[in-house]
């Protein structure tokens, strides 16, 4: 995710939240900061790869898409919740047990090679 600095470049909080589903069949993660938020225009485009705000040379835009990766091959999901200088919350979900199906499931190696 995002580095707290720059989402934060004058301080505040940093929550992280971790709780078991009602039905006990995933996690999920809660990362939330009382930053500067994401502009609406920019949400959907946070995950694809080298999008940046940043000046040039200054980020790569990897980070959020390698995340996205992570998770999907892990069988979970990703959301975000933004609003402009109040702060955003990302929320992880994986599940508990993977699917039966799981070991049809390409490798990450094969996923990153294109095979």
Not at 37 to 64: A, D, M, N
Not at 95 to 111: F, M, R, S, Y
């Amino acid at each position: 995710m995002e580095n707290s600095a720059d989402a934060m470049p004058e301080g505040g909080t940093l929550t992280i939240r971790a709780y078991l589903s009602r039905d006990r069949q995933s996690v999920a993660v809660e990362v939330e900061d009382a930053g500067c938020g994401i502009p609406p225009e920019h949400v959907s485009q946070i995950y694809s790869p080298f999008f940046t705000t940043k000046p040039f040379g200054q980020g790569t835009g990897l980070g959020l898409p390698i995340v996205y990766g992570i998770v999907k091959m892990h069988h979970g999901a990703i959301q975000v919740k933004s609003e402009v200088g109040k702060g955003t919350t990302f929320t992880i979900t994986l599940p508990v047990h993977l699917p039966k199906n799981a070991a049809q499931t390409p490798l990450a190696e094969d996923i990153l090679l294109g095979e």
